[in-house]
């Protein structure tokens, strides 16, 4: 396809599908995942790149930011801009089966974008049902939220910094369960290892308005225990960290979370 074509409506679903696994410094040319994709999409990486810089400027958090992105946003930009963002249960799935498609062979395949690396093509791990029984585009749009949640927090445990994609949950703040409208809002994530998203998912620990880590009276009750003070104690107080372009979690739903599970700032 040559790089002066118009652009589809599946096309820009797939684009906007890797516009929020970017954080607004990555959309560059000479970006790996950019490179990989419109290889894919047989344009070239400055088309796709421009068009991530043009939907840019149809983001109100980046305009709240002071940041204006490219003015070339056509019509059918801020039209599928419109439905992705109004409709994101369904949309979200499609955009992940439309954007995996291009690089796998099967259901049994998923993909990973990893800002200065590249896409790549994963085995779909299950994550908490099985495959059998998890609904296919529930399992999209969970896929989704992890590259979504973990690229926002530069594949690092938010609080203790490590730096291992493996060893990293996208740990929603509200349970997915019970709150279908933001399943997936990267506001509604954090980056955690797999310890730390455990004691967070149970209540065992928490974050306050300031982003600081708070324990809970369970966990201080068994604080002289060597293991417990190593993991959390020594936590306790420290802030999670964003890179500078990153978005921070709702406090809003931190202070749902504390409310659940009887936690004080």
């Known amino acids: 396809m040559a790089a002066g074509n118009r652009w589809t409506r599946d096309q820009l679903l797939i684009v906007l599908n890797l516009y929020h696994k970017l954080r607004f ?83 049994n395949e998923s993909t990973e974008v990893i800002p200065g690396t590249g896409i790549r093509k994963v085995p779909r791990a299950p994550s908490g049902e099985t495959e059998v029984t998890r609904p296919t585009k529930q399992r999209r749009g969970q896929d989704y939220f992890r590259e979504i949640v973990l690229n926002n927090y530069a594949n690092r445990c938010a609080l203790t910094g490590l730096p291992i994609r493996e060893l990293l949950i996208a740990s929603h703040i509200l349970p997915w369960r019970s709150h279908e409208a933001e399943r997936l809002n990267v506001r509604n994530g954090i980056a955690l290892n797999r310890l730390h998203d455990a004691a967070f998912d149970q209540g065992l620990i928490s974050f306050d308005d300031e982003l600081r880590m708070i324990l809970s009276p369970k966990l201080r009750g068994v604080l002289p225990q060597q293991s417990v003070s190593h993991y959390f104690e020594s936590c306790e107080g420290k802030a999670l960290e964003l890179p500078v372009d990153g978005i921070p979690p709702d406090a809003l739903f931190l202070s749902k979370h504390r409310l659940r599970y009887k936690l004080v700032n």
């Open 25 to 107: 410094g990555q959309f560059d040319s000479r970006q790996p995942v950019i490179i990989d994709l419109a290889k894919r999409m047989e344009r070239t990486s400055g088309s796709v790149a421009m068009k991530l810089n043009n939907l840019a400027s149809l983001d109100p958090a980046l305009k709240l930011r002071g940041i204006e992105g490219l003015k070339g946003a056509s019509q059918l930009d801020r039209t599928m801009w419109h439905e992705f963002h109004e409709n994101p249960a369904e949309l979200i799935p499609l955009s992940q089966e439309r954007f995996d498609a291009l690089f796998t062979e099967s259901e």
